[in-house]
């Protein structure tokens, strides 16, 4: 099945009623397998018993960046390519990805107290995943404030991808800063500097977290279709309602004008 394919809400549909029950079912699987790796993981000679938060947060800062990622591609197919479900899956996927970065900003800070002796500094990587955040807060705020869904898809869209400047300055903020988060461990050029008994479960989890992402955005992108189904629904209603109304008042009309003639 091609995009062009899914391109039909209701072969999209049929998909997602096959495949979310397996992806849910695989997401509890690998997050099960992912905390309790978590739990067996030894304490870190300097960190203690506070590194195991970088299981949790490691996955969140990187879905934060990877859903506002897709919100860009999707944009992208609301814009150039004018596919149907493009505005559905950026749409969809903001709520979504406002509680990754929720998450990453809320763990992040509960593992820098112990750390860094403090909840917040305002580092270049701390503030820019912020200004993340509150760029999902705008864009869900956008979509609830314009009425013509059209016109909103195409206003997100343009934010979206403006928003999209702001991936690689997280990214390599501490490359170009100094700030007080490490370099990159995980993904480098001279391979991962973790320990397997640390990188083997935070990879575990990077994966479950991220097909928790697809699952809940698929479930998310049916019910917007669905929710937008209804409200067509309810437009042809009340057309039909306002329509006939019309009708009975200008047969009202006629009727009084010709008693009137009689008279």
């Known amino acids: 099945m091609t995009?062009?394919?899914?391109?039909?809400?209701?072969?999209?549909?049929?998909?997602?009623?096959?495949?979310?029950?397996?992806?849910?079912?695989?997401?509890?699987?690998?997050?099960?397998i992912g905390?309790?790796?978590?739990?067996?993981?030894p304490d870190d000679y300097q960190q203690g018993a506070t590194v195991k938060i970088m299981f949790i947060h490691v996955p969140n800062a990187w879905l934060s960046m990877f859903v506002w990622g897709v919100m860009s591609i999707a944009s992208l197919g609301t814009l150039v390519?004018?596919?149907?479900?493009?505005?559905v899956a950026a749409k969809a996927a903001a709520p979504i990805g406002a509680a990754f970065t929720f998450l990453a900003l809320l763990t992040g800070s509960l593992w820098g107290r112990p750390m860094w002796g403090t909840y917040w500094e305002w580092d270049a990587r701390l503030t820019s995943v912020l200004i993340l955040f509150l760029m999902y807060l705008g864009l869900m705020a956008l979509w609830r404030a314009v009425d013509d869904p059209s016109r909103a898809a195409r206003a997100a869209a343009v934010l979206t991808l403006v928003g999209a400047i702001n991936l690689p300055i997280i990214k390599f903020s501490v490359d170009w800063w100094n700030t007080l988060h490490q370099p990159a461990s995980v993904m480098r050029m001279g391979g991962s500097t973790l320990d397997k008994s640390f990188l083997i479960p935070l990879l575990v989890m990077a994966i479950a977290f991220t097909l928790l992402f697809v699952t809940l955005h698929l479930?998310?992108?049916?019910?917007?279709?669905?929710?937008?189904?209804?409200?067509?629904?309810?437009?042809?209603?009340a057309s039909r309602v306002a329509f006939s109304s019309e009708l009975g008042a200008g047969s009202r009309e006629e009727n009084a004008s010709k008693e009137a003639g009689a008279a």
């Not at 905390?35 to 993981?41: C, M, P, T």
């Not at 390519?81 to 505005?87: F, K, S």
């Open 81 to 87: 390519w004018r596919h149907p479900l493009a505005d």
């Open 35 to 41: 905390l309790y790796q978590s739990a067996l993981a």
């Open 3 to 32: 995009l062009i394919d899914l391109a039909n809400p209701t072969r999209f549909l049929a998909l997602t009623a096959r495949l979310l029950p397996w992806l849910a079912a695989a997401t509890v699987i690998l997050l099960t």
């Open 219 to 237: 479930a998310a992108m049916r019910n917007e279709i669905l929710r937008r189904r209804v409200r067509s629904l309810q437009m042809m209603q």
